[in-house]
């Protein structure tokens, strides 16, 4: 038997053991071993039942995504096929979960005839989070163990709950302070010794005949999860299965998930989201940085700073448990950091969202301080005060004067040179950029960078604190604007030069709304505060060549006091009280004048010209860094894109969905854009190199 499966015996119990880290995933050689050991209890008469468990610190992750789409996935027996083969087994079987059970995992336990959970264990089909449906039988049975509008919710919404939950439901039968293994095996012989035909839950009906009776919760369900399945197919896929559950026998609902299950599992979505769960993980390999690399245990923090960044990454780490101290000069700047904070939790604790007591919790682990005294027995300092170079440099200077050895000194600087930073400091190797995005207590997106001299140690507590504060982290160099920020810059630029050119605001915004953004480029803009670009294009223009195209709109709607939302006026206007972005005469106007000032003859503009110049040019971009080595993979730029900016997840992020169009098109697209419009638009090296060889930025990650 293969070595991915423990076999043992308990008493009259064979105890089947998953043993494939990380994640006891079902790849074909354990669904091979599975059921060789069930068919080794089947032939000894001394064995009365089976017990499933897994070995490690889960049960399992479910079916082995790798083999998605590979001969290896399809490997007798499938996972369906062993599914069936455990229900369909004459003696008990009994699943003892802890840990994790998800997926194929969840729905291999649902065909076991019993399941005994280990407090806390999280169970869950989470498929539609990958672009398919749960294709081994999940969305029949649990319809059949918990209703539909519970397998509607846990399915479609693709979270996994606890065990506690999962056994008011009916989801499971036991939940256990104890050894989980024990029991099940208690349980297993219980079952065994009252004799009698296991218990098949593809034969359960009440739940399913009860709804039968109410086809509008089908529709009703549609409806409310509209707006979050926007552009995805899976959700409604997973709904027409649990529907199929209700309204058709066992074995036909069963055919028709798996026809569903195909369809999904070879579609450009589902790859698109398989895409995202590996670049996301993959995003945490760094190198010079491996499990033995030593990191500092962060057991306070302070924040420099309290505007509206310093308050949300306070936030951060109270919300992670971690007492942390905010910093501020003054006596009225320290009130309103606290003043936003609690308003902020409090609005949480008004719409649900937290109680009472977790905000107290947080509020208690935060301290409001004068001075820098409270930086001297922090583990890390995160500076985030406003963008000046020699403000920054004299407080990291301050900071090496009063910081423990080995204190971890971090900046939020979104724009400036960490490496100048650093220099300020007799420690440059633990100086690194935390650059979170804004609200910085919502975004999920934390650029980690590592300046010339950041230390591996560094790196890597920088690389733990982000999975502890909860964030996506992916390590990127010193550049301007960094990844994200610097890669945001061609997009908003030619939004902005295709206005000029006859398309208006509120058509490119649709143009990127319906490719699956959450919003376009000039309501992104006005959300931020159209100040925030301004002051950051006073400060480049400088060095800005005389030569380059350089649209002056937006400078223009900000001169005129139009700051966006929070003015109620920008590229659109607001009404009170609504976040609707309504076209306004006078920028239309505004635009045109801007037109015909710079001779550029406005012409229709179409909807695929408008998708190509907004993101053709930052995936060029983005090979540019990759060149560089600022980025370190294409999917780091995707994992950026999608948690920073709302690129949308099925499409994988901007490189990935390059690929799929193919880069020998990319860069045609380019080079004529190129000669159309200009420098600003040349085809990159790589960009260049990989279409004319053929290849995609997938190839190139892999060399
Ligand atoms: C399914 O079951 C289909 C069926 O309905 C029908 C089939 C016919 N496969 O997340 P981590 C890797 S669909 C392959 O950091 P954690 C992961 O890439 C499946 N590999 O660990 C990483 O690799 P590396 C439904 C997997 O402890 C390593 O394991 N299941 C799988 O933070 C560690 O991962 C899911 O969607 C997998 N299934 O969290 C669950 N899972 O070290 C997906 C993980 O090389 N998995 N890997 O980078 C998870 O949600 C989390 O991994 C889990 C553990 C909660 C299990």
Redesign the pocket.
Same mark, same amino acid.
């Given at each position: 038997m293969t070595d991915l499966i423990q076999y043992t015996t308990r008493g009259a119990v064979g105890l089947i053991t998953l043993a494939n880290p990380?994640?006891n995933? /079902?790849s074909a050689a354990v669904r091979a071993g599975v059921l060789e050991a069930l068919e080794g209890i089947m032939a000894d008469d001394a064995l009365t039942a089976a017990v499933i468990t897994g070995s490690g %610190? !889960?049960f399992s +992750? $479910?079916?082995? @995504?790798?083999e998605f789409n590979t001969p290896a $996935?399809m490997q007798s027996p499938? !996972? =369906?096929e062993l599914i069936e083969k455990t229900e369909a087994f004459p003696k008990p079987v009994v699943a003892a979960l802890h840990g &994790?059970a998800?997926? +194929? *995992?969840l #729905?291999l336990s649902m065909a076991c005839h019993y399941r005994v959970a280990a407090a806390g264990t999280?169970l869950g !089909?989470? #498929?539609v &989070? !990958?672009g @398919?449906v =749960?294709? *081994?039988g +999940?969305t029949q049975r649990m319809p059949r163990l918990v209703g539909a509008e519970a397998a509607l919710d846990l399915i479609v919404g693709g979270r996994p709950i606890k065990a506690e939950e999962a056994l008011e439901l009916g989801l499971i039968d036991e939940v256990v302070e104890s050894d989980v293994v024990d029991a099940a095996v208690a349980l297993a012989e219980k079952v065994a010794a009252e004799g009698g035909p296991p218990r098949r839950t593809s034969e359960l009906e009440d739940r399913v005949t009860a709804d039968r009776e109410r086809p509008e919760i089908f529709e009703e369900y549609r409806k409310k999860m509209a707006r979050k399945a926007r552009g995805l197919e899976s959700p409604y896929a997973c709904v027409e299965c649990i529907e199929a559950a209700v309204n058709k026998p066992f074995a036909e609902g069963l055919a028709f998930e798996r026809e569903t /299950?195909v369809r999904c599992v070879e579609s450009a979505q589902s790859k698109a989201l398989q895409h995202a /769960? /590996?670049a996301e993980? #993959?995003s945490? %390999?760094v190198p010079g940085v491996t499990k033995d690399t030593a990191t500092r245990p962060i057991e306070r923090a302070a924040v420099i700073g309290g505007g509206t960044m310093g308050a949300g990454i306070t936030m951060c780490f109270a919300n992670a448990g971690i007492p942390v101290s905010i910093i501020e000069v003054a006596q009225d700047g320290l009130d309103r950091a606290m003043k936003t904070i609690e308003g902020t939790y409090a609005g949480s604790v008004n719409r649900g969202r937290m109680s009472q007591d977790a905000m107290d919790a947080c509020m208690s682990l935060i301290t409001p301080s004068l001075g820098y005294d409270a930086v001297a027995d922090v583990d890390l300092v995160v500076e985030a005060v406003f963008e000046d170079m020699s403000l920054k440099k004299e407080i990291f200077g301050k900071l090496d004067e009063i910081c423990a050895e080995g204190a971890i000194l971090a900046t939020n600087t979104s724009t400036l040179d960490i490496n100048e930073i650093a220099s300020s400091t007799a420690r440059p190797e633990s100086v690194v950029g935390l650059h979170f995005f804004s609200p910085a207590n919502v975004m999920r997106l934390l650029e980690i960078v590592r300046g010339e001299a950041t230390s591996p140690e560094t790196l890597a507590t920088a690389m733990r604190i982000g999975k502890t504060l909860r964030k996506q982290g992916v390590v990127v160099g010193v550049r301007n604007g960094f990844v994200a920020n610097g890669m945001m810059l061609p997009y908003i630029r030619e939004s902005e030069f295709l206005v000029e050119e006859g398309a208006t605001p509120e058509q490119v915004d649709r143009v990127i709304f319906e490719f699956g953004f959450p919003m376009g480029p000039f309501q992104t803009m006005d959300m931020a505060g159209l100040d925030v670009g301004w002051r950051i294009r006073q400060a480049a223009a400088a060095t800005r060549p005389e030569s380059e195209r350089y649209s002056p709109v937006a400078d223009r709607i900000c001169e005129m006091g139009r700051m966006g939302l929070k003015t109620k006026a920008g590229w659109y206007l607001y009404e009170e009280g609504s976040r609707t972005p309504v076209p306004d005469p006078e920028i239309a106007a505004m635009i045109e004048a801007a037109s015909a000032e710079q001779g550029i003859e406005r012409r229709e503009i179409s909807d695929q010209e408008i998708l190509v110049r907004c993101l053709y040019p930052l995936v060029n971009l983005g090979a540019g860094m990759l060149e560089e080595g600022v980025a370190l993979r294409p999917s780091d730029i995707d994992v950026i894109w999608m948690h920073g900016f709302g690129f949308p997840r099925y499409q994988g992020g901007p490189m990935f969905w390059a690929d799929q169009i193919g880069l020998g098109e990319v860069h045609r697209v380019m080079q004529e854009l190129y000669e159309q419009h200009g420098e600003l638009l040349q085809p990159t090296a790589l960009l260049t190199q990989l279409a004319q060889e053929g290849r995609s930025f997938g190839d190139w990650s892999a060399e």
């Open positions: 990380p994640v995933a /079902f %610190k !889960l +992750g $479910g079916a082995d @995504i790798r $996935g499938n !996972l =369906p &994790t998800v997926g +194929g *995992a #729905e999280r !089909l989470p #498929e &989070t !990958l @398919i =749960p294709g *081994a +999940g /299950f /769960f /590996f993980r #993959e945490g %390999k």
